[in-house]
DNA sequence: GCGGTTTTTGAGGCACACCTAAAGATAAGG
DNA sequence: CCTTATCTTTAGGTGTGCCTCAAAAACCGC
């Protein structure tokens, strides 16, 4: 049944690594099945590519999958991908915290990096670190056992007129979004305060003397923000 | 001339990079030609897949090579070569101090690494570390622009009776060499006197009240010493 | 100039991941 | 229920990179 091909790839192949936490990407901050074809797009693969790819980590036992069917990881295909959740992260909190690097910087090198060091590697890095419970663009860190504490955030695009909070976590997928905000003093932890005005794209309050800040819909999805309050008046109060 | 066949093959290679990386490794501690037999037991492939990959390193502008001759670097592969050596010595620096590894264990990791690692990474782990002139072994450190300082050394089995000096280096190829120093309280810089017994081992004489240590062949093709000068007697002076 | 060693050539294999094109399954609407 | 548009799978094939074995060719010391 299982291993009906050669089924020779193994758990260190970077395209399994890559595809296991494609998958789960997926689903950590949403929850939408997981298609052969959005998985392509994701890895700008063909969708052939995509079904036979399956079938490798269906036969690793990493993957579960019905013909036709969603994609889903099994117990071990998770464990797989948190392990390299954790290494891409904790390796961004390193070259931003010990060498130096912007946080808009850090995704490829790790991206890297993240199928080439050892567990020992890892381990000694996270010690080093002080076990940081989030990397730079503020995504939770899992656990050596796997365990990961995901803080309540809402995307921008899904918060109504008039709530604020702190910056929870922002997309690392594109680089401009975090230079766009490096630009405008906004870190992680930022108080935010959401206006929408009537058709016309979001705005962010920064402080009571801060100008408003429009954003456009690629920015509203990049970001998320916790400790959501509604707000009275114009006034920002300490949300947490 | 160049390029006869498809050479698509690029620098950044990890095959090629660890050719190019031989074959200067070939002559950094000794003059001898490198030949395609030579190099082939080093990276442990059959004798064909040298003469096939040194014929893509000469595409590549990186080796020069006569049938049947010995293989040298052109000055663009003596540029890689010295890049990776820096990489790969700066990384295990870096394993050794930040990340508190011992020095027998950094060569595997540090090998892997290399290949992965951005130049931008290099340059800010180098600041990161006060660009320190030698690694955890005693190796020179190759600058950026590819200049190195080797500090004068001569391999133990090539020294006389009766000389003393500092331990300059420790070949990292053999792990167990470096955990053998280790039992013995010997570390880089350590001041050692040399004594030839009438046909037995070479003995090391670490200090005035120490007992002689005797070590075995394979330890006196790692180990080097340097600031070598003949002893009196049997007291240590300090010999630079 | 001969024999042993080294090197090169030639032919081939294998792992891995990808693609295109065509065929098959599914699901939504009429 | 059937049609149609969409998604998924199959089949066949490409390309890279590196390796092997076996045989032919060159080299070198005697």
Redesign the pocket.
């Known amino acids: 049944m299982a291993g009906r091909r050669?089924a020779?790839?193994?758990i260190e192949?970077?395209?399994?690594q890559d595809y296991v936490k494609a998958i789960y990407a997926f689903t950590e901050w949403q929850d939408a099945a997981v298609?052969?074809?959005?998985l392509?797009a994701r890895?700008?693969?063909?969708?052939?590519?995509?079904?036979?790819?399956?079938?490798?980590l269906v036969d690793l036992g990493l993957a579960e999958?019905r013909?036709?069917?969603?994609i889903s990881l099994t117990t071990s295909g998770r464990a797989l991908a948190l392990a390299m959740v954790r290494r891409h992260r904790l390796i961004e909190t390193f070259l931003v915290t010990e060498l130096g690097y912007g946080w808009d910087e850090v995704h490829d090198e790790a991206e890297q990096l993240e199928h080439t060091v050892s567990d020992a590697f890892v381990a000694r890095l996270d010690a080093k670190l002080g076990r940081p419970p989030r990397d730079p663009h503020g995504d939770p860190i899992p656990a050596a056992d796997g365990s990961v504490a995901y803080p309540p955030a809402y995307r921008l695009d899904g918060v109504d007129d008039g709530h604020a909070g702190r910056l929870v976590r922002v997309s690392d997928e594109d680089p401009g979004v975090l230079r766009f905000l490096d630009r405008h003093g906004i870190g992680l932890d930022a108080h935010l305060l959401v206006r929408h005005g009537a058709g016309s794209p979001v705005e962010l309050l920064l402080g009571p003397s801060a100008p408003a800040l429009p954003v456009d819909a690629a920015l509203t999805r990049a970001l998320w923000i916790g400790g959501s309050v509604p707000h009275e008046g114009c006034t920002l109060r300490n949300p947490l």
Chains 1, 2 share one sequence.
């Not at 700008?44 to 036979?52: E, H, I, L, Y």
């Not at 013909?67 to 969603?70: A, D, E, N, R």
């Open positions: 050669g020779v790839l193994s192949s970077t395209s399994v298609t052969a074809s959005r392509a890895l700008s693969v063909a969708n052939s590519s995509v079904t036979g790819m399956v079938a490798k999958h013909k036709y069917g969603p």
